[in-house]
């Protein structure tokens, strides 16, 4: 049965061993994120701070923060088998006759049950606070040392497409200003900002309204992250996951619908026009992020449970936990980027590349420069936009070993004939860019160069033993002794 709340996944991870309680006093400016940063560099479990300093308020973070959890939060025994079911439903097609007709039904009788599904009201409502409330009443981190202030983290944050009405739900940390106004950290590429830039152009109204959840099931929060298409729902999508529909409930001052069992929920609306300096902000990257103007959400409500559980990360030098939920999100979409690049065999996104700097590419190769075409390919791929390297190698090479990828495309390149260069959109979060959003990209052909791409010497074989010696081997060798 899928988890109905944070509190079934917290339960699930102690029951695994998965969970530490914390009972020390830990103050949630920076010591919070000494330990946790330690914890899930040691593979450590998840951490609930029962006694935050200042607060009444239990604190969970590094609940993601290995691959045993995040099976743990999506309930499969691989993150692989979530990409056996996407591919499954990309390969319906329309039936054939009344058998095949009825041999369907069973799956869309299934797709209908993933649908989210309005209720009138929800544990998240236990508590609503209209006047007297301040955002400081929750143990908010300060993550890093030159952070601008403190940090929601782990925010799923709702808006409405103005043109089609279509909700959207992303992740977007927010700087908390005062009692009741954060920033709004929509960058230009998100589908929030999108929303914020149509709704300024259309210069009807003054306010956009956005609604943020705190703490959920850990499916739903997970998609929150998901880089899905514009008019996808990511509620609908998180149905998917966990096979049971997201109960979704009105909030109280704005027109929005929010996760029913939600820990915490603010309210309010971003002022069109109305911009204040966010950051710095210790970030994924690992570097700070630096200032910049962002849009300024006023919170006019907040709902809550009786005894809510705040729910927080950290990000910064990898691996951290959100490496573990970019693996998962590589894990989830190979069959999408299969869908339209066939050849591709796996694809890898190493801690070090923090997502958008490197991505390892395998391919089973079929024609000359396959490699470039699948390279251009990935730059117009939604956020794959952003990849700033791109290493393509043949399909016998696993892209998993980054080890043995680096081996083998040193090896296989001629850097001034192998390498191209491209300009394109880059991440706001790059310090490195020329300039904000916009910069070059850099493609790497590792595979195997054929006579039809002009290169006309012999290519050698990579060195193997003979299988019968390693038999022969393996049948003496605890006698040797070596070990």
Same mark, same amino acid.
Not at 29 to 51: H, M, Q, S, Y
Not at 82 to 110: C, H, N, V, W
Not at 331 to 360: K, S, T, W, Y
Not at 391 to 417: C, F, G, M, T, Y
């Given at each position: 049965?899928?988890?109905?709340?944070?509190?079934?996944?917290?339960?699930?991870?102690?029951?695994?061993?998965?969970?530490?309680?914390?009972?020390?006093?830990?103050?949630?400016?920076?010591?919070?994120?000494?330990?946790?940063?330690?914890?899930?560099?040691?593979?450590?479990?998840?951490?609930?701070?029962?006694?935050?300093?200042?607060?009444?308020?239990?604190?969970?973070?590094?609940?993601?923060?290995?691959?045993?959890?995040?099976?743990?939060?999506?309930?499969?025994?691989?993150?692989?088998?979530?990409?056996?079911?996407?591919?499954?439903?990309?390969?319906?097609?329309?039936?054939?006759?009344?058998?095949?007709?009825?041999?369907?039904?069973?799956?869309?009788?299934?797709?209908?049950?993933?649908?989210?599904?309005?209720?009138?009201?929800?544990?998240?409502?236990?508590?609503?606070?209209?006047?007297?409330?301040?955002?400081?009443?929750?143990?908010?981190?300060?993550?890093?040392?030159?952070?601008?202030?403190?940090?929601?983290?782990?925010?799923?944050?709702?808006?409405?497409?103005?043109?089609?009405?279509?909700?959207?739900?992303?992740?977007?940390?927010?700087?908390?200003?005062?009692?009741?106004?954060?920033?709004?950290?929509?960058?230009?590429?998100?589908?929030?900002?999108?929303?914020?830039?149509?709704?300024?152009?259309?210069?009807?109204?003054?306010?956009?309204?956005?609604?943020?959840?705190?703490?959920?099931?850990?499916?739903?929060?997970?998609?929150?992250?998901?880089?899905?298409? %514009?008019?996808? /729902?990511?509620?609908? =999508?998180?149905?998917?996951?966990?096979?049971? !529909? &997201?109960?979704? @409930?009105? +909030?109280? $001052?704005?027109?929005?619908?929010?996760?029913?069992?939600?820990?915490?929920?603010?309210?309010?609306?971003?002022?069109?026009?109305?911009?204040?300096?966010?950051? %710095?902000?210790? /970030?994924?990257?690992? =570097?700070?992020?630096?200032?910049?103007?962002? !849009? &300024?959400?006023? @919170?006019? +409500?907040? $709902?809550?449970?009786?005894?809510?559980?705040?729910?927080?990360?950290?990000?910064?030098?990898?691996?951290?936990?959100?490496?573990?939920?970019?693996?998962?999100?590589?894990?989830?979409?190979?069959?999408?980027?299969?869908?339209?690049?066939?050849?591709?065999?796996?694809?890898?996104?190493?801690?070090?590349?923090?997502?958008?700097?490197?991505?390892?590419?395998?391919?089973?190769?079929?024609?000359?420069?396959?490699?470039?075409?699948?390279?251009?390919?990935?730059?117009?791929?939604?956020?794959?936009?952003?990849?700033?390297?791109?290493?393509?190698?043949?399909?016998?090479?696993?892209?998993?070993?980054?080890?043995?990828?680096?081996?083998?495309?040193?090896?296989?390149?001629?850097?001034?004939?192998?390498?191209?260069?491209?300009?394109?959109?880059?991440?706001?979060?790059?310090?490195?860019?020329?300039?904000?959003?916009?910069?070059?990209?850099?493609?790497?052909?590792?595979?195997?160069?054929?006579?039809?791409?002009?290169?006309?010497?012999?290519?050698?074989?990579?060195?193997?033993?003979?299988?019968?010696?390693?038999?022969?081997?393996?049948?003496?060798?605890?006698?040797?002794?070596?070990?």
């Amino acid at each position: 049965m899928a988890y109905t709340d944070l509190r079934e996944f917290i339960r699930a991870l102690e029951k695994n061993g998965e969970l530490k309680r914390i009972s020390a006093e830990v103050d949630p400016v920076l010591e919070i994120t000494e330990i946790a940063d330690r914890a899930v560099k040691r593979g450590g479990p998840a951490l609930l701070f029962e006694n935050p300093k200042g607060y009444n308020i239990p604190v969970l973070i590094n609940a993601f923060a290995s691959t045993r959890k995040m099976e743990l939060a999506l309930q499969v025994d691989s993150i692989d088998s979530i990409a056996g079911r996407i591919s499954d439903y990309l390969e319906l097609k329309t039936p054939q006759g009344l058998m095949g007709k009825l041999s369907m039904l069973p799956k869309l009788a299934e797709m209908g049950s993933f649908f989210p599904k309005d209720v009138k009201s929800g544990p998240v409502k236990e508590i609503i606070r209209k006047d007297d409330f301040s955002l400081f009443d929750y143990p908010v981190l300060q993550c890093w040392p030159q952070d601008g202030g403190r940090f929601i983290t782990l925010p799923l944050v709702f808006s409405k497409n103005p043109v089609s009405g279509k909700r959207n739900v992303g992740m977007y940390r927010l700087q908390i200003y005062d009692d009741r106004s954060t920033g709004m950290h929509w960058q230009t590429h998100k589908q929030g900002a999108e929303h914020y830039r149509r709704r300024l152009a259309e210069g009807k109204d003054e306010r956009m309204e956005a609604a943020v959840a705190i703490g959920a099931d850990p499916a739903t929060m997970f998609s929150a992250i998901l880089p899905l298409p %514009p008019d996808l /729902d990511e509620m609908l =999508f998180a149905g998917f996951l966990r096979s049971k !529909p &997201v109960e979704l @409930v009105k +909030c109280e $001052t704005v027109d929005l619908e929010v996760p029913a069992h939600a820990e915490i929920v603010l309210e309010g609306y971003v002022k069109l026009g109305e911009l204040k300096t966010e950051g %710095p902000f210790g /970030d994924h990257t690992g =570097f700070y992020s630096l200032e910049d103007d962002f !849009p &300024v959400f006023h @919170v006019t +409500c907040i $709902t809550q449970r009786k005894d809510p559980i705040y729910a927080t990360t950290i990000v910064g030098p990898p691996p951290m936990e959100d490496f573990y939920m970019g693996k998962t999100i590589e894990r989830v979409f190979l069959p999408l980027m299969r869908l339209q690049l066939p050849e591709v065999v796996d694809m890898c996104m190493p801690a070090e590349g923090i997502f958008h700097n490197l991505m390892l590419i395998s391919i089973r190769k079929s024609y000359p420069l396959q490699a470039r075409k699948v390279m251009n390919a990935i730059w117009g791929l939604g956020q794959a936009m952003f990849t700033k390297v791109i290493v393509v190698v043949d399909h016998d090479v696993d892209v998993q070993n980054v080890s043995e990828v680096a081996w083998k495309a040193l090896n296989n390149i001629d850097p001034e004939r192998d390498i191209q260069f491209t300009m394109g959109p880059i991440d706001q979060l790059d310090h490195s860019s020329r300039l904000p959003n916009y910069g070059s990209k850099m493609g790497i052909d590792a595979t195997r160069k054929w006579p039809q791409e002009g290169f006309t010497r012999p290519w050698p074989d990579v060195i193997k033993m003979d299988e019968d010696v390693k038999k022969r081997v393996d049948a003496i060798w605890k006698q040797l002794g070596i070990d």
